[in-house]
Every structure is written in C-alpha cells, then in structure tokens.
C-alpha cells in the first residue's frame, strides 16, 4: 500500500511554544489532503481539509490561526500548532488523498504533549 | 455524508471469523463503503471497500446487502494482530470525506 510519513512521531513543548508536523507522501501525489486529531479513547476528528496551492479549509470549531496549514506540494504539507496549550496535547494524523487511486492513506500519527 | 452506527465492542477467538456489522441506512447511490482499522497509536489502515458487490482482498471481505443499507467485514482467521478498532465509513469516492464514527473495538483472545 501507499507510504505516507510524519515527523516527528512524537514532540514535548513548552506552553506557548510552537510546533510544526510534517506529512509526506513517498510514493505518490496527492491532490487533497487532510488533518486529524484524536483525543485519549476517542475517533478522529477531521480539522481540515487543502489543496495543494490552496488554503486549507477549516472544519467548524478549529481554529485557522492556531493550527496553520501548508500544502506546498503534492507530496508534503505541513501542520503549525502555534502558541500551544495543554489542551492541545493530541494524536495528530494527516492523510493523503491519492490523485491516481481516489484512496486516502494516513500517517502514523505524531504525538503533541504540551507541558 | 450519510453516518453509519456500529457495536462498540466485540470479542473473537483466535482462529475463528471475525464478522463486524455496519448499519448505513441512510447511503446515497453514489457513496462507498469504507472500512479501516486503527491498532493503538497508530494511524488508520485501510482495509477494504466496496459500492454494492462483494469485494475480497488479502485482509478481509466485504458483504454489502443487496439493499446497502448494512455491511459486514469479515477477517476469515483472526488473529492477536487483528486487534482494533474497526471503523465503516461511507463516503463518494471522489473528493468525499472520511468522516470516522466510534467504530467497533474488536478484541481477539486466544
């Protein structure tokens, strides 16, 4: 199946620090793709969705300037959580929508712990 | 993008068929259905999907009711490995969202 990498794969930071996750796709383009969170012992919850070229777009009740999207390829776009608190502490996993295959593939999932 | 309702839980023995239910009632014409797994702190696999026929691959098979409003996966020998939460999702194929219920967390007990 289709390889798509996080990095880091887990991050501690300081309260009001920020941090940036990065999503590749290593063996094929993308066309969309996505963001999820999952809190302990709970689903995912999709927080957005990009274009490559284009500005994400934001489900109801996430921030757009608290978690800053950047879709600058069809293989890479990358996650900011800028200025962030304990209760960003989080799951994050991005997700490849393939252009050739029409399927969605995910990460590993990096691992926020805001201290 | 039409919900789906699964069990929260279930348990198989190691072995045996693993048979997962999925209510979509409310499926539009043009929507799949999708299942995923997810194993503890790991990002979701992808398992398995299908529009109305039954579809088999290497992990799992997929039987859709003639009327789609249900499904079911079955993983023909589970394993310890199969140990997760399974989630169906519906959604069009092209450019459709993957929208994740609660899915069903299968235990597997040897």
């Known amino acids: 199946g289709a390889v798509v990498s996080q990095h880091p794969s887990w991050v501690i930071c300081k309260s009001g620090t920020s941090v940036k996750i990065e999503c590749r796709s290593l063996d094929f383009q993308a066309t969309t793709m996505f963001w999820y969170r999952q809190f302990p012992k709970q689903s995912l919850m999709l927080m957005a969705t990009s274009n490559e070229g284009s500005k994400a777009t934001y489900e109801q009740g996430v921030e757009k300037d608290k978690f800053l999207i950047n879709h600058a390829s069809l293989t890479l776009s990358t996650l900011t959580v800028t200025s962030a608190h304990p209760e960003d502490s989080s799951f994050y996993i991005c997700?490849?929508?393939?252009?050739?295959?029409?399927?969605?593939?995910f990460g590993p999932g990096t691992r926020l712990t805001v201290t | 993008d039409a919900k789906t309702t699964q069990p929260t839980s279930m348990d198989c023995a190691e072995g045996r068929a693993a048979n997962l239910p999925c209510n979509h009632s409310t499926i539009s014409g043009n929507e799949y259905v999708y299942w995923y797994r997810q194993i503890h702190s790991q990002g979701p696999q992808y398992i398995i999907h299908g529009l109305k026929n039954n579809e088999t691959n290497e992990m799992a098979s997929l039987i859709i009711t003639e009327d789609r409003k249900s499904s079911t996966l079955i993983l023909p020998h589970a394993t310890l490995r199969d140990t997760a939460v399974y989630y169906c999702?519906?959604?069009?194929?092209?450019?459709?969202?993957?929208?994740f219920g609660q899915g069903t967390e299968l235990s597997v007990k040897p």
């Open positions: 999702i519906v959604r069009v194929r092209q450019g459709g969202k993957l929208i």
């Open positions: 997700s490849f929508f393939a252009r050739d295959s029409y399927e969605q593939y």
